[in-house]
């Protein structure tokens, strides 16, 4: 079966459904008697509610019922969660103001939730939530991350004063003064990472269902991890205790983390579905999205980096404020601390390393992972200070990355991680004849005599993925474990259901899920079917973000599968009449060594159900196994992307001619899927740099609160990519995958902007690099070079 | 409530609807034809895509009243599981999908630009055709070697019928 197991590009299972239009998202689902959420949200980014007037709306046609903070309160409903605890430099725990679903009394950002209104059909609901009306005293709002910790700044939370949430470090701050103390050259580089609205392309949506009968709720939600939703709903918010609580994440339309975190939503729907016994609807549209969904990145960074003479690096330093938003969201506090400084080694042997971070509320939208959470600012901050670094001493980007590469294996950064194993000279050299670094000077001549700048950008990332071992994570703050689970269920027929923690939101898991059981058991991919998404099918799980899914839920099927395996030696030894240990399991067959003894996998199966040849007071009848897997480490992924641009001088237009990707993710599941998703993480990442930002005006308005204001990127914004792999097996997974789904995003950024500035001969140019700003920018550029 | 009478992958359809109910309310509310799907409010995305007599058309800008006595045709009307249309085929060849969401949109999009562009239609073509369809999940590149599968698809299967 190895044409369909592991390293085969096997087209996926799931496409019939979502090509013929039969995928069921959440807003496909419609339950008998449902009505409809609408959302009042605050048209403010500060102010206090003197009043909430539901009189007329309440009076519309349709109203079913209209709820506030109060109601909530009332029902003993909790606040959103933050479920990781950073504590600041001076050792005191973060500073949280309260994260209520529906406001009391206060609303702090543009979008914040007022009240629900919920009526019988969605335009009633629509009408009827324009009559609400609610009487705001309007304060002045704290918007700019760089200026929020200021004194006579507006306070976001009485809770964190300043609007400072914690002021967090890492590393060794003497070390660090004493390398740039002797250092031969610094570059220091200020350094804004813009933000960024994820806008996975189905828009957030649940439905919550009430059963009188047994007391039982359902909520369908947008999630990437069904069940953390339900143990914060069931432990922290208090809608109900786990056993009453169903919830079903079912096709998802993409989440790049944006469906990891728990909504006001949706936990409005299913608490009020109980409140008026009957199912409740809503869909986010996408202004919504744009103004509540988290928005991710958002950091303003100072960094420096100490170079000796001969080139090679002494030290890192970097100073970050990272705007968390008016709200903490699920994980916003890990993800610009320990998501983030333990990644500034890139992939560099720096002797020391010191970062600081200071969390910051503004009035605005919560800020939380986005497609590489931390990892993608980190990589930005030192792929930058690198090149520059480089063009700065008069060295080849190429090769001053190569002197400082790390080669030796295992490596321990000054910045907690310790890398496991990879080869970046071998990206490194497969990415530059790729791209044909060699002749980039006649390109670069051709576009000139077109009267147009060429230049190229690497960046050479690394991740931590698979995240992550439970006890480290633990050591670090996070409230959860981070292992994950897998159950086999073998059919009599030796047909098997796999029922993962994993959740797939277009990542393909029925493809290299079974492609796994494939490899392990020898059974075709379609006689494997994936259950995923469902608290009430799969016992538990801790969903699908971080490129954990291959590594750490795929290990954990590779652990069940095992366990099956040695199971189904024993119902095939005692079948057989032979001992344990002479059993043989090899392509789908059990064999007993030293005979011609025989079984099929769907033979043993049906013998393990039908239990007539065996003593059930030594082996147990059926065929089921399940284990909880928690990774020794984190993975590292890492690679080399190379990129190619060439601007128009008289329009500032960038056009992405050339992207080279090497990356090394270890042992390839699913190839095909595995480029696609570094396809995707490119085009977002092209999209960070070229036109992506989201932008508030003084008084807190977003004013890029669609797609007609917010730069997407689309097809003729970015090039057909030019991706390959290399592969040093992760040493501590089982299949030796690393993770692959977050590359793109992380290496691309700093790629681009290396590319446009390496055109523009000048570093003065931030992101998004629009054209507007690329044409201020050109009539910025050294004379010679603007010739 | 106005009524309406429009014919939606070969069967006609008659109902009350609301004058301001918009055609991708009426195929997912009214006919539970969920495959088309609505991803902004402000007609750039392209998930909601449909033919109308023959032509692609954003069906979260256009009323459903406007359409009476109309052809309409939505990524349900256009292959079976059994039997795919070569622009569905080619999407799974190539890979072209991830989550799916914006895949029924981009592929009636697919046809509509074959359609009007030939089977020979370029890469660079195709994306600048691509406007107003937008793809978080795959960066592009495999929907592009999709739609030009897709075009040779479509002229054969033409070519068949003559
Ligand atoms: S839903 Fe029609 S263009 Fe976005
Ligand atoms: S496949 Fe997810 S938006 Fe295109």
Redesign the pocket.
Known sequence: MTDQGIGASVKRKEDLR?ITGKGQYVDDINRQGQSYAIFVRSPHAHANIKGIDAKAALAAPGVLAIFTGEDLAADKIGGLICGWMIHSKDGSPMKAGPHPALAQGKVRYVGDHVAVVIAETLDQAKDAAEKVAVDYDVLPAAVDPAKTQRSGQPQVHAEAPNNTVYQWHLGDKDAVDAAFAKAAHVTKLDIVNNRLVPN???PRAAIGEYDSGTDNLTLWTTSQNPHVARLVLSAFVGIAPEHKLRVIAPDV??GFGSKIFIYAEETVCIWAARKINRPVKWTADRSEAFYSDAHGRDHVTTAELAVDKAGTILALRANTKANLGAYLSTFASSVPTYLYAPLLSGQYNIPAIYCEVDGVYTNTTPVDAYRGAGRPEATFVIERLVEVAARETGRDPAEFRRQNFITQFPHQTPVIMAYDTGDYAACLDKALAMADYKTFGQRKAASAAKGKLRGIGFSAYIEACGIAPSRAVGSLGAGVGLWESAEIRVNPVGTVEVLTGSHSH?QGHETTMAQIISSKLGVPIDSVSIVHGDTDKVQMGMGTYGSRSGAVGGSAIVKAAEKVIAKGKRVAAACMEVEEDQVDFEAGEFSARGTNKKMTFGEVALQAYVAHKFDPEKIEPGLKETSFYDPKNFTFPSGVHIAEVEIDMATGVTKVDRWTAVDDFGVLINPMIVEGQVH?GIAQGVGQALLEGARYDETGQLVTASFMDYGMPRAADVPSFNVAMTNTPCPSNPLGVKGCGEAGAIAAPAAMVNAITNALGHEGIAMPATPQAVWRAIQKMPRKAAE | MSSVTLTVNGRTVTADVDPRTLLVDFLRTNLRLTGTHV?CDTSQCG?CVVHVDGRAIKSCTTLALSCAGSQVTTIEGIGTAAKLHPMQEAFREHH????????PG?IMAGIDLVNRKGAKVDEHTIREELEGN?????GYHN?VRAIETGAAGMAAMKQAAE
């Open positions: 979502f996975a392309m189905e339309g993409g277009g995707g | 991803g998930a072209a999908l991830q989550c799916g969401f914006c895949t981009m937008i793809c978080r999940c795959t929907i």
